[in-house]
């Protein structure tokens, strides 16, 4: 149980384009759901944080109008990359939440998305 | 805080022998722990977690040892196997939202 798939697994495009990315639980319904960034050789960073029908809240120094997120149902989230930069390029990791009463939401990722900006 | 540099820590281990991987972490605040398992190209897979009332736990091959008075992290993986070669991150809930901050993370090769 607790899966969470991403798709694409990558993804190539020309500079300037958008990218869309899925997050789905597959098994279970998701109160929460985060979007991570890793570079090579690096530790997960957190972009942003998401709740169904509600505007994700976004870290700091991260563009909310570069990284839109949509999280339209309690299974499916969605990450759109506009106008990608080669700086753009990344890993990109979801994960979902569950919650159990009095403790933190259980996150379960995503295989993650490789991201490669020409 | 963040993450920097561009080596990750690496710790070579015999098959056979066990492992233990530190994590300090920053905030005296956070009352839940977690360390995560990532192999390359892949997402974070769930190993242990514990939470601050707690100093220790077991689980199927791995321990997680908490010190709070020095915010020390350790996971302790006995009899390592080559499958076990992988990254490994530690992550802090910092009681906020249910936001984890991860730490740098450190490089498991296991040797035949």
């Known amino acids: 149980g607790a899966v969470v798939s991403q798709h694409p697994s990558w993804v190539i495009c020309k500079s300037g384009t958008s990218v869309k990315i899925e997050c789905r639980s597959l098994d279970f319904q998701a109160t929460t759901m985060f979007w991570y960034r890793q570079f090579p050789k690096q530790s997960l960073m957190l972009m942003a944080t998401s709740n169904e029908g509600s505007k994700a809240t976004y870290e700091q120094g991260v563009e909310k109008d570069k990284f839109l997120i949509n999280h339209a149902s309690l299974t499916l989230s969605t990450l759109t990359v506009t106008s990608a930069h080669p700086e753009d390029s990344s890993f990109y990791i979801c994960s979902a939440g569950t919650r159990t009463s009095g403790r933190p939401d259980t996150q379960y990722f995503g295989p993650g998305t490789r991201l490669t900006v020409l | 805080g963040e993450s920097v540099g561009l080596h990750l820590p690496t710790l070579s281990v015999q098959e056979g022998d066990n492992s233990i991987i530190n994590c300090a972490y920053s905030n005296s605040a956070s009352d839940y722990f977690i360390w995560y398992k990532q192999e390359s190209g892949k997402g974070p897979q769930f190993i242990i977690d514990?939470?601050?009332?707690?100093d220790k736990r077991q689980g199927q091959r791995v321990t997680v040892l908490l010190n709070k008075t020095v915010k020390h992290l350790s996971l302790q993986i006995a009899a390592t196997q080559p499958g076990d070669s992988a990254v490994y991150f530690c992550?802090?809930?910092?009681?906020?939202?249910?936001?984890?901050?991860f730490g740098t993370g450190t490089r498991l090769q296991v040797t035949l």
């Open positions: 514990i939470r601050s009332n707690m």
């Open positions: 992550a802090e809930n910092t009681g906020t939202a249910s936001k984890l901050t």
